[in-house]
């Protein structure tokens, strides 16, 4: 090897090690995928429960339910929030398990100062939205809330997506532009829900997975 490649390699050493003391780099492309399978669950059970509610002539379906002032649409959106939730969690749970173990291989820390820095990024604009949310449900505005929900959700990922991979800054900006759609087509807050949540975590987790976890 000769001296010129000696320092090439020194280098690379070098911003390999500026970056992991930067940037989260656990993250799994597994947890992307298993996070959307969540949420299409999620919202099939949602989807379910709001389509059976009965009526005079036929069944009425989430659309219709949001834009009718029927009496219990908040006890509804109160079993939505308990779904989501359940639904969070298990994603945390699950993004902790797998996270945990790309660390490991790594000889990395899943909790340092930068995952510290990336966590208060993300969680400041998910606060927001959260309160947002619930001042929406208070004044009984439910048909902004799935688009709130997507558009906070890509504000919480480009924040956070100068301490990990730069492609998470992409799938906020895909959420974002849903997030905006959903809130033209008022009533089809669902069907965007299980776009954004879903199914560009399934496809964001698969690119993630291939590109940085495979065989490592």
């Avoid at 010129?4 to 500026?18: A, C, P, T």
């Avoid at 509804?76 to 173990?101: D, E, N, P």
């Avoid at 909790?111 to 959260?130: E, H, N, Q, Y």
């Avoid at 959903?182 to 069907?191: E, K, M, N, V």
């Amino acid at each position: 090897m000769t001296e010129k490649e000696e320092q090439l390699g020194h280098l690379s050493e070098i911003k390999n090690m500026m970056e992991k003391s930067s940037r989260f780099l656990s993250l799994s492309g597994l947890t992307g995928i298993f996070a959307g399978g969540y949420a299409l669950v999620g919202a099939y059970l949602v989807y379910s429960d709001f389509h059976i509610i009965p009526s005079n002539t036929a069944r009425v379906s989430y659309a219709e339910f949001i834009s009718s002032g029927n009496d219990s649409v908040i006890l509804k959106i109160q079993s939505l929030f308990l779904i989501g939730a359940i639904v969070l969690v298990l994603s945390l749970v699950t993004g902790y398990i797998f996270t945990s173990r790309k660390a490991k291989k790594q000889n990395l820390n899943v909790w340092d100062s930068t995952t510290k820095r990336m966590v208060i990024s993300l969680s400041i604009p998910l606060i927001a939205g959260g309160i947002f949310c619930l001042i929406l449900i208070k004044h009984e505005v439910v048909g902004l809330i799935a688009p709130a929900t997507l558009i906070f959700y890509g504000l919480a990922l480009l924040n956070a997506s100068k301490y990990t991979f730069n492609d998470i800054k992409y799938l906020g900006v895909l959420e974002i532009v849903l997030g905006l759609v959903s809130a033209y087509y008022i009533g089809r807050g669902l069907l965007f829900w299980a776009v954004g949540f879903g199914i560009l975590h399934i496809v964001y987790g698969t690119v993630m997975y291939y590109r940085y976890d495979q065989n490592k």
